[in-house]
């Protein structure tokens, strides 16, 4: 009984954490070029001088941070790429390569 409950625990949690990281398929870097930031709403959008020149859903210009991510989240990669476009440190970006678009762009999961 105490190895059905585990196994159960365990599967219930996997599906949780994939659901969490959903549209996370695909890393690359690169050095960013642009970071564009709006008055009117949170979105963050940053380019990579090796932008990908396309994408299956989502318009392959920019990569985007969605503004739905907590303040708090936010700033620090904001923060992150603006670091990185000032010393002109390349970075490695986690996004969904499939689908999943923030604001109409390619939304990135991860600025490493």
Request: with cysteine.
């Amino acid at each position: 009984m105490r190895l059905r409950s585990w196994f159960f625990g365990v599967l219930a949690g996997s599906l949780i954490a994939g659901s969490v990281f959903a549209g996370y398929d695909a890393n690359t870097g690169g050095v960013v070029t642009d970071v564009l930031v709006y008055t009117d709403s949170n979105v963050i959008l940053f380019k990579l001088a090796n932008q990908p020149a396309s994408h299956p859903a989502c318009t392959a210009g920019f990569f985007a941070l969605d503004s739905a991510i907590s303040e708090q989240r936010l700033s620090r990669l904001y923060a992150r790429l603006l670091s990185a476009k000032a010393s002109g440190e390349a970075v490695n970006i986690g996004y969904d390569s499939v689908g999943n678009c923030a604001h109409g762009y390619i939304r990135a999961h991860r600025v490493g």
